[in-house]
């Protein structure tokens, strides 16, 4: 067990419909990364919050956005979302933002009709 | 950010070693190597991280020749629980906003 949840563990939403994802990070971890994998695939970086503070994005666009919060929760937001949406969304909570050594939580499993 | 190939798939039994070999020629001299292991439903688990020659810990060793093109990850004595994806990522130790998965080598550990 990391310490890390997430919930919902699975959801279902329809096409042009918004999601909103929740995590609850580690006691004390100031820095959360968000990340999106396909059925098969590795997961792919989302971005990071440091401090309540984007620190870093990967190659998603700006309907996907997030929001960290003093109590070590954080919240993954998808608007409009499209059927390629469809995939397990993963949070790590680390220490801090200079440590490549994160804790992830179970994911959510999203599908989007 | 350098990038991995790995094995797409690995078979093997109780008892035995497991040698998962990661390609990375592009590695650059700040990058350092990480192993994650990912069970199914589950969020990947850091394993070991490691710069050069060998790092050991619990779960595994980590062999990196001279060069650091590749990495080896050695899993001692694996058991039916060992079954899982791993993952090797190569970057810049200081950069956790930058991780960056693979597609995995997908290990089965059969009776």
């Known amino acids: 067990e990391t310490g890390v949840t997430q919930s919902p563990t699975h959801l279902i939403k329809t096409r042009g419909q918004q999601v909103t994802l929740r995590c609850s990070s580690q006691?004390?971890?100031?820095?959360v990364s968000w990340y999106q994998q396909a059925l098969g695939q590795g997961p792919q970086f989302i971005f990071q919050y440091y401090r309540e503070e984007e620190n870093g994005r990967g190659n998603f666009p700006p309907r996907f956005s997030g929001l960290q919060f003093p109590n070590y929760s954080s919240e993954l937001n998808v608007n409009a979302l499209e059927l390629d949406d469809s995939a397990l969304y993963l949070c790590?909570?680390?220490?801090?933002?200079?440590?490549?050594?994160?804790?992830f939580g179970p994911g959510t499993r999203l599908t989007v009709l | 950010l350098a990038k991995t190939t790995q094995p797409i798939s690995m078979d093997s039994y109780e008892g035995q070693e497991v040698n998962i070999t990661c390609s990375h020629n592009n590695i650059a001299t700040n990058d350092y190597i990480t192993w994650y292991q990912q069970f199914p439903s589950q969020g990947p688990r850091f394993i070991i991280q490691g710069y050069k020659t060998k790092v050991t810990n619990e779960v595994a060793s980590l062999f990196i020749p001279a060069d650091r093109k590749s990495s080896t990850l050695s899993l001692p004595r694996v058991s039916l629980s060992d079954t899982a994806v791993y993952y090797c990522l190569v970057g810049e130790r200081a950069a956790g906003n930058k991780l960056t998965f693979g597609g995995g080598t997908r290990v089965l550990v059969k009776p």
């Open positions: 790590a909570s680390s220490l801090d933002r200079d440590t490549d050594t994160q804790y």
């Open positions: 006691s004390g971890h100031n820095t």
